[in-house]
C-alpha cells in the first residue's frame, strides 16, 4: 500500500486526502483518516467515489461531522468509520459517539480506530447491539442490494456543491 502523499507548504504540513482530491493539514487524527482511506481503497477495493469524508449529517437539529460514510452501489451508507488521534484510546465514549451517527445513518457497520487499535462492529438494530468482528467487510459484503437510494444522492451532491 502507498503511503499517502504528503508536502510541506509555508512550513505546514499537508496530506494529499485522495477523496476529497486535495491537500489538508496533516493532524495526528488526519493521518490516521487517510490510513484508513488508504487501506479502505487499495487493500479492500472500496471505491474512492463511494466514501464521504468529514460528511454533516443531522443529528437531533445539529450539524455533526462523520469522518468516513461508506456508501455501497445503491447510494446507501453501509458504514461510520470513527478516527481518532493515536494517543486518544477507542473507550465506550467513541463508541457512543459513532452509535449516535448511527441513529442518523442506520448502517449495518461501524469501525473505530485510532491508528494502533481497531474496533469493527456489526450492528444488529433488531436486538440494539453491536456484534464485534474480526475484520472489516469485504466490499462485496457491503453490497447486498434492496431498492435504490436516490435521494440520498440527491442530498450527498447539493452538500458537495454547496
Known sequence: MDAPETRIIDGRQEVLDIVRRRYVALTPEEWVRQQVIHHLHFQLGYPLELMYV????ELNGLTRRCDIVVYNLQMRPVMIVECKQPQIPLTQ??????????IALQVPYIYLTNGR???MGRVLAD?????PLE????????NVFDKPNTDELARMLRRENA
Open 54 to 57: 468529514e460528511g454533516q449529517i
Open 93 to 102: 465514549q467513541v463508541a457512543d459517539q459513532a452509535c449516535r451517527y448511527n
Open 117 to 119: 487499535q481497531h474496533w
Open 127 to 131: 436486538e440494539r447491539r453491536m456484534e
Open 135 to 142: 475484520e472489516l467487510p469485504s466490499w462485496k459484503t457491503l
